[in-house]
C-alpha cells in the first residue's frame, strides 16, 4: 500500500519502506502540565485530527500544515473519545461528567445539533459506521448502541456482560464486540444484529498464557485491520492479541518490554486517566505500532512468523523521550500521532529518499 506524506500531499511511497524511520516532528503541549489527552481521531480525507483531553477539551489540528487550529470547550459535561462523523466539521464525543449523553457537535460555531441518551454509565467505545452515517457506542452498562446521526433514539440496543469495545469491519456488515469481563469477542452481522452472535472467540486460554496476572481486566482496544483478515485486541500489559478475524486463532501475541502506559481501561477499579489504547495498525494493516512503557514507540510486523510460543517481538524501536500512551496512524498520509500530556507527530525522516 502507497499513501502520501504530508510534507507535500501528492507523492507516495510505500508504508513498507518508511516505516522503521518515522520520528518526531511536531509537539504540541497541553495548556496545563496536568492536562492529559484521551483520544485522537482523524476525519476521513487524514487532513484534520481530533483530540479530547481530560481538562474538558476538544483540541483540533492540521495534519498537511503541521498546526493547532482551535480549542473547543465542554468545561460543563468533559468530553472523551472524540470522533470525527463524515462531515469533518461535525464531531461526536463523550460527556465525563453531569450524565453519559453522547454529544454531537458542529465545530464550525461550536454549537450541538443533537444528543444520544441512552447509557446509565460512562461510555467506554464509540465507533463509526465506515459506510454510513450510524455509530455504535458501548458503555459500562453493559449495553450497546447502535444509532443513526439523524435520529436521537437509538436504531437497536443489545445487553452484554462488559460490552467494553465495538468495532466495525471495513465492509461495514460485520461488527464485533468484545467483553474483557467474559474473556469474549462476538461477531454480528450488522443486517441482524438482535440474532445471536455468528461467531464468539474465546480469549480465556490466550489471556491464561500471556497476561495471567490481569485476566479480563485490560484490554484497551478492539481494531480491524483495513483488510479485513486481522483483529487487534490491545491491552495496557506486557503485550496485544492479534487474531484471525475469521476463525479467531491467535496469529500472535505482539509481546512489548513492561512499563505503565499512563491510561486506565474500561472498568479499572484503580481510577487514573481513560484512554482508548495505545496501539493501532497502519493503513496497509501490515504493521502493528504501539507504546512501549514511559518512553519510545515500537512496530511489529505481521508478516513476520511469530515463534512457536505465537510472541511476536517488534522488528525496530521508534525513538522519544516520552510516552506513546495514545497511538493512531493517519489513513491517508504517512503520519503516525502519539499522545500523553502532548501531542506528537511522527513523519518519516527523509520520504523522498527512500
Not at 452472535?197 to 480469549?203: G, H, L, Q, V
Request: proline fraction near 7%.
Amino acid at each position: 500500500m502507497t499513501v502520501p506524506t504530508p510534507a507535500n500531499g501528492q507523492s507516495t511511497v510505500k508504508v513498507s519502506d518508511v516505516i522503521s524511520s518515522f520520528r518526531p516532528t511536531k509537539l504540541f503541549r497541553s495548556q496545563t502540565p496536568e492536562t492529559s489527552f484521551t483520544s485522537l481521531d482523524f476525519d476521513d480525507s487524514g487532513e484534520f485530527l481530533l483530540a479530547a483531553c481530560d481538562d474538558e477539551s476538544l483540541q483540533l489540528y492540521n495534519c498537511k500544515e503541521g498546526k493547532h487550529i482551535k480549542t473547543l470547550f465542554s468545561k460543563k459535561y468533559g468530553a472523551h473519545l472524540a470522533r470525527f462523523t463524515h462531515h469533518a466539521q461535525s464531531v461526536l464525543y463523550a460527556s465525563t461528567k453531569v450524565d453519559d449523553t453522547i454529544r454531537y457537535l458542529s465545530t464550525h460555531d461550536n454549537q450541538f445539533l443533537r444528543y444520544f441518551k441512552g447509557h446509565t454509565k460512562a461510555v467506554t467505545s464509540l465507533a463509526l459506521c465506515p459506510g454510513s452515517d450510524n455509530f455504535l457506542s458501548c458503555g459500562l452498562d453493559n449495553n450497546v448502541h447502535l444509532w443513526s446521526l439523524n435520529s436521537q433514539n437509538p436504531q437497536g440496543k443489545l445487553h452484554l456482560t462488559g460490552a467494553y469495545f465495538a468495532s466495525y469491519d471495513p465492509s461495514a456488515t460485520v461488527i464485533a464486540i468484545a467483553s474483557p469481563t467474559t474473556h469474549s469477542i462476538l461477531l454480528y452481522d450488522l443486517r441482524n444484529y438482535d440474532k445471536a452472535p455468528f461467531a464468539t472467540f474465546d480469549m480465556r486460554q490466550n489471556e491464561a498464557i500471556f497476561t495471567p496476572m490481569a485476566m479480563g481486566t485490560n484490554w484497551t482496544k478492539l481494531e480491524f485491520s483495513n483488510d479485513g483478515k486481522s483483529l487487534l485486541v490491545g491491552t495496557d500489559g506486557p503485550g496485544h492479541f492479534l487474531l484471525d478475524a475469521f476463525d479467531g486463532h491467535l496469529k500472535a501475541f505482539c509481546q512489548r518490554k513492561p512499563g505503565p502506559t499512563g491510561r486506565s481501561p474500561p472498568g479499572s477499579t484503580k481510577g487514573g486517566v481513560p484512554g482508548q489504547g495505545d496501539v493501532c495498525f497502519s493503513p496497509d494493516g501490515r504493521y502493528i505500532i504501539g507504546g512501549a512503557g514511559d518512553r519510545d514507540a515500537v512496530v511489529w510486523d505481521t508478516e513476520t512468523p511469530p515463534g512457536q510460543d505465537k510472541v511476536s517481538k517488534p522488528f525496530t524501536d521508534l525513538p522519544f523521550k516520552g510516552r506513546a500512551a495514545i497511538v493512531g496512524y493517519n489513513p491517508r498520509h504517512n503520519l503516525i500521532v502519539s499522545a500523553d500530556k502532548e501531542v506528537v507527530f511522527w513523519i518519516p525522516d527523509d520520504p523522498t529518499k527512500v
